[in-house]
């Protein structure tokens, strides 16, 4: 989907002369062996594993992006987008965030998977959103990071989820999903000095804001979780 998809829009791009931007991602840099991660890194990612498939068509839209930019002259952007959240994510998707707080207004205990010692960097979305802007506003074809460089360990978000919601519940530990990334921050140098940009959001702002949005939902809304099965991380 991502590679085939890639190769129709860049066709389509040129055909009509357009600007094409593409949202990259953190992904691309695997598990990372340089950190923070900078748009120089070219990556730690295994192209069998299970994120094999994302990671690689995301890595091969970068190549293609380039590619028609370098020999058509596309103009072309391309944003890498690091662990971003806020308000509407959906609860069942799987990631870390609504899983939590999810868990927490269910009542449930919170599922931490390893140890929690696996870090990331979370981004409010109006901040990724105006990073987003400035860059399609520029001439730059290279890669942007695009982050919050704030870098918190699973373990210790999952104690702030816990004292934000007020829930009872404890933390429990769940099976490590292979070849998840062991630490992830961006570093924003180009994307401060190319585009006069910084997150301004901090995640007490931003989990706030984020925790209003859920508590709104009503129980059946907060109970649409059904597709995503925790169940196969219990460590047997
Ligand atoms: N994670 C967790 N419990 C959950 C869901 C995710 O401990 O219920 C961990 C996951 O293993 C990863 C981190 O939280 O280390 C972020 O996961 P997410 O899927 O949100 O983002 P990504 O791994 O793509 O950065």
Redesign the pocket.
């Known amino acids: 989907m991502g590679s085939l998809g890639i190769h129709n829009c860049l066709g389509l791009a040129k055909a009509k002369n357009a600007t094409l931007m593409i949202a990259s991602t953190s ?1 691309v840099y695997g598990d990372p062996q340089v950190h923070p991660q900078t748009e120089e890194y070219w990556g730690h990612v295994n192209p069998i594993g299970p994120r094999g498939v994302y990671d690689e068509a995301k890595r091969f839209q970068e190549a293609m992006v380039m590619a028609y930019h370098n020999f058509h002259g596309l103009d072309t952007r391309i944003v890498r987008i690091f ?1 971003t959240y806020g308000p509407r994510m959906r609860l069942n998707d ?4 609504p ?2 707080i999810g868990q927490a207004l269910r009542g449930e205990d919170l ?4 140890d ?1 010692s ?1 870090t ?1 960097s979370f981004c409010y979305v109006d901040d990724l959103v105006e990073g987003i802007f400035r860059l399609l506003h520029t001439k730059y074809h290279l890669p942007v990071n695009i982050g919050n460089p704030d870098e918190i360990t ?1 373990k210790d978000f999952a104690e702030e989820i816990i004292k934000l919601t007020g829930t009872k519940q404890k933390i429990v530990y ?1 099976e ?2 292979e070849n ?2 062991k630490q ?1 921050q961006p570093d924003i140098t180009r994307a401060k000095q190319l585009l006069g940009w910084e997150p301004k959001i901090n995640r007490a702002e931003g989990l706030k804001r984020t925790y209003a949005y859920f508590k709104s939902l009503s129980p059946d809304e907060l109970k649409e979780v059904d597709h995503y099965n ?1 169940d196969k991380y219990i460590i047997k």
């Open positions: 992904e662990n799987g990631r870390v965030l899983a939590f599922t931490i998977f390893g929690g696996q990331r699973i769940r490590l999903p998840d990334p992830r925790f």
